[in-house]
């Protein structure tokens, strides 16, 4: 196996992981999680969207966040934007990253962003004329590249289409998005594997969901395939709106944990991330999926006679 020896993880909880959240999370909760996990040394943080509130409440509070997130330097902060006008909102924001992509399914994209693919293309194009000259840095996704919940798998020439358009227009990073967690380890590596022929100075990421408790194991077969860039979500929250049963991405700090213990550099601090997901249980005010902050990590040693840990 040849896999890069420098991982760049993404944290997503701030907006993919909230907004499917039933009760609106105060701003100023929001700002304390933000600020917590840019003070772990990752790289990138997608602190919110800039959709219709009435169609994402959660991230009603686009800009007000973006204004009072304490910036690390290093870090760099990113937002999705469905269309032009989610662009130039976020522009005017400060966002550095603008997260940009669309299914390559029709149902998923109806349900989602009420477009076709067709139309959605349109928009990423548009999109990618904002951004152009603004000085920020559009970041790409296909989502729903490993199959649809409503249309089973997905045909690639739909993938290569999104792909090579993301290309297109430059955007550095793309995420290949196991949307509803329908992926598995072959597929993962058999995907990655067709885009990195066809476009091999293309940066591919992955961004994987644990719905069917694959993630780790997804993101292992990525790793041995060249991946060096991927989303999780803090705590493993999240999940999908317009999926059914969909739960959370995998988790930052478990995946993190893993990355460690094969010897893998992140830049990041665990210690600091288990921290962050502690808080981002107070957060949402509930118990979440994470192992490792709950069983502590592998190199952590235990007395004799210590009682067997509750994990739940």
């Not at 040849?2 to 499917?20: N, W, Y």
């Not at 937002?79 to 662009?87: H, L, S, T």
Request: glycine fraction near 12%.
């Amino acid at each position: 196996m040849s896999m890069p020896q420098r991982i760049e993880v993404s944290e997503v909880g701030p907006r993919d992981g909230l907004q499917i959240e039933a009760g609106f999370i105060p701003t100023e909760q929001k700002l304390r999680l933000i600020d917590a996990l840019s003070a772990t040394g990752l790289p990138r943080i997608e602190v919110t969207a800039f959709v219709h509130p009435k169609v994402v409440p959660q991230m009603a509070d686009a800009e007000a966040v973006l204004a009072a997130i304490g910036r690390r330097p290093g870090v760099r902060y990113g937002a999705f934007v469905p269309n032009a006008k989610g662009a130039e909102r976020a522009i005017a924001a400060g966002v550095d990253d603008l997260k940009a992509g669309m299914a390559a399914s029709d149902s998923f994209n109806e349900l989602n962003t009420k477009m076709t693919t067709e139309q959605g293309m349109r928009a990423i194009a548009e999109i990618g004329q904002a951004v152009r000259g603004s000085g920020r840095q559009l970041v790409g996704v296909v989502a729903t590249a490993f199959g649809c919940p409503y249309e089973g798998p997905v045909a690639l020439d739909r993938v290569l289409a999104l792909f090579g358009q993301l290309v297109e227009l430059e955007a550095p990073l793309i995420y290949l998005a196991d949307t509803t967690g329908m992926a598995d380890p072959i597929g993962i590596q058999t995907l990655v594997s067709q885009l990195q022929a066809r476009w091999p100075a293309q940066r591919i990421g992955l961004h994987l969901h644990n719905t069917r408790g694959l993630g780790l194991a997804n993101a292992l077969a990525g790793l041995q395939v060249g991946v060096a860039d991927f989303e999780s979500s803090v705590g493993g929250l999240g999940g999908c709106p317009f999926a059914p049963r969909a739960v959370g991405n995998i988790c930052s700090e478990d995946f993190v944990h893993m990355l460690h213990a094969m010897g893998l550099a992140t830049g990041i601090d665990l210690d600091a991330l288990i921290g962050a997901a502690r808080l981002a249980q107070e957060v949402v005010g509930r118990t979440l999926p994470g192992m490792v902050m709950k069983a502590g990590k592998a190199s952590e040693l235990h007395p004799k006679g210590v009682k067997a840990i509750k994990l739940d």
